[in-house]
């Protein structure tokens, strides 16, 4: 009876002649493939994307900023592509605003018409302390103004849900094809009292109701520039007028 021999192999996947001898026997298995090549590959194909996709997200005026910089049909490519765009969207901005709801219309209004658009309600707090809440009406005003394809409501929570505790809001329910697809608990999951617009469009784009890339996006991030001033704006303009937008849900 013949008798396993024990070859000696210190690394099977060195580049070594004994391995080569080994494999060609079948002592130990041919070395796997380096995976430079494909990494190589990947690095290259992300950069070809990035170049295809270079103009994403810009407006008409960024793009009449490149005419010296890139070729003018690829130029007139991208501006027709904005201007379809811009055109679809305009015809798709019926809204525009915040609507007031009611409890008796709540399934027409939101549940039913989230089958058209998506319909994103914010419940606001019944007291005037609410500094988030306050906050958060300033910021749903603007969003609506700005994706006027989307249906913003706005309705006071206690008088949605019987008993919802004021430490609750602001909540905002999402809705689409009549089924709630998130829903955002105070601002604790976004920013506080430094939440603004762009925390509002990043949910939007997570959510899919907004498209990654779409010229209306901000640009630049909280934390450059002015934007906690703004915030700070605009909880002060808010205090100001805190007494008529609660007259609103009474």
């Not at 990947?42 to 890139?70: P, Q, Y």
């Not at 914010?122 to 500094?131: A, I």
């Not at 991030?221 to 805190?242: C, F, L, M, N, W």
């Amino acid at each position: 009876m013949d008798m396993p021999v024990n070859v000696p192999v210190d690394d099977p996947n060195a580049d070594t002649e004994w391995n080569d001898i080994l494999r060609k026997h079948g002592v130990i298995p041919e070395k796997p493939p380096s995976p430079t090549p494909m990494i190589e590959e990947a690095i290259l194909e992300a950069r070809r994307l990035a170049h295809e996709n270079r103009l994403e997200g810009k407006d008409l005026d960024e793009l009449d900023e490149l005419e010296d910089e890139e070729d003018e049909a690829f130029l007139d490519q991208y501006r027709k592509k904005r201007m379809d765009e811009l055109a679809s969207l305009q015809a798709a901005s019926v809204h525009n605003q915040v609507y007031p709801v009611q409890k008796p219309e709540y399934s027409r209004e939101v549940t039913e018409a989230s089958n058209q658009t998506f319909v994103l309600v914010l419940l606001t707090s019944s007291s005037g302390t609410n500094e988030e809440s306050r906050l958060l009406i300033e910021v749903w005003r603007e969003s609506a103004r700005k994706f006027g394809e989307l249906k913003f409501c706005q309705m006071q929570a206690n008088l949605c849900i019987d008993g919802y505790p004021d430490r609750n809001t602001p909540t905002v329910l999402i809705y689409k094809d009549g089924q709630i697809v998130k829903q955002i608990v105070t601002l604790r999951d976004l920013r506080g009292l430094q939440t603004g617009l762009q925390d509002i469009e990043k949910v939007l784009t997570e959510i899919g109701a907004v498209k990654h890339g779409d010229s209306r996006l901000a640009n630049r991030p909280y934390g450059q520039g002015d934007a906690p001033e703004r915030s700070k704006t605009i909880r002060s303009s808010t205090k100001a007028h805190v007494d008529d937008e609660d007259s609103d849900w009474d």
